[in-house]
C-alpha cells in the first residue's frame, strides 16, 4: 500500500513567524496534531502537540513571547506519495517522527501520522480476519 493511499490530505501551514499561542488556537480550531511550518511557500520545519505542550512548561512570560520558528522541528523528514508502508513505519522508526509531511515534486500533498499507520494497519487486520472491509 502506498502512502497517496492512506495519507491525510488536510494540511494545515503556518508560517514561522506565528506566535505559538496563536498556532495552538489555530490546531484546536482545525482540530489537527500537527502544523506544518512554511516560510512564503517553502517548508521550513514542523510542529506538534507535544512541543506546544513543551513550550508552555516554560515560564508564562517566555511561552506567549514565543514563534512557531523557536520551536519547530527542522529540517523536517518527508516521505514521497509513492513509498510504501514498510518505508513509513521504518522512516518513523528510525527518526523517532510520529508526523511526516508527503512531498511530490516540491509540493506538500498531505501529511502521514502515526495514527494513519495504525488505522491501515487496523483495517489490515481485520480484512485478514475475514471481517468486512469498512
Known amino acids: 500500500m502506498l502512502v497517496r493511499d492512506f495519507m491525510t ?3 494545515v501551514t503556518a508560517d ?3 506566535p505559538v499561542l496563536q ?3 489555530l490546531m484546536a480550531v482545525e482540530d489537527v496534531g500537527s502544523l ?3 516560510t512564503g511557500d517553502v517548508l521550513v520545519g514542523l510542529v506538534t502537540q507535544k512541543d506546544i505542550i513543551a513550550a508552555q512548561l ?3 512570560e517566555l511561552y506567549h513571547s514565543l514563534s512557531l520558528q523557536d520551536i519547530m522541528s527542522s529540517p523536517v523528514v518527508t516521505v514521497s506519495p509513492d513509498a510504501d508502508l514498510g518505508q513509513v513505519i521504518t522512516l518513523m522508526h528510525q527518526t523517532g517522527k510520529r508526523h511526516i509531511p508527503v512531498i511530490d515534486d516540491d509540493t506538500i500533498i498531505g501529511i502521514v501520522t502515526s495514527t494513519d499507520i ?3 494497519l487496523a ?3 481485520l480484512i485478514a ?6
Do not use: H, N, Y
Request: avoid cysteine.
Open 36 to 38: 506544518i511550518v512554511t
Open 118 to 120: 495504525l488505522r491501515v
Open 129 to 134: 480476519d475475514g471481517a468486512p472491509e469498512v
Open 23 to 25: 498556532a495552538a488556537k
Open 16 to 18: 514561522a513567524t506565528t
Open 9 to 11: 490530505s488536510l494540511i
Open 58 to 60: 516554560l515560564s508564562e
Open 123 to 125: 483495517t489490515m487486520k
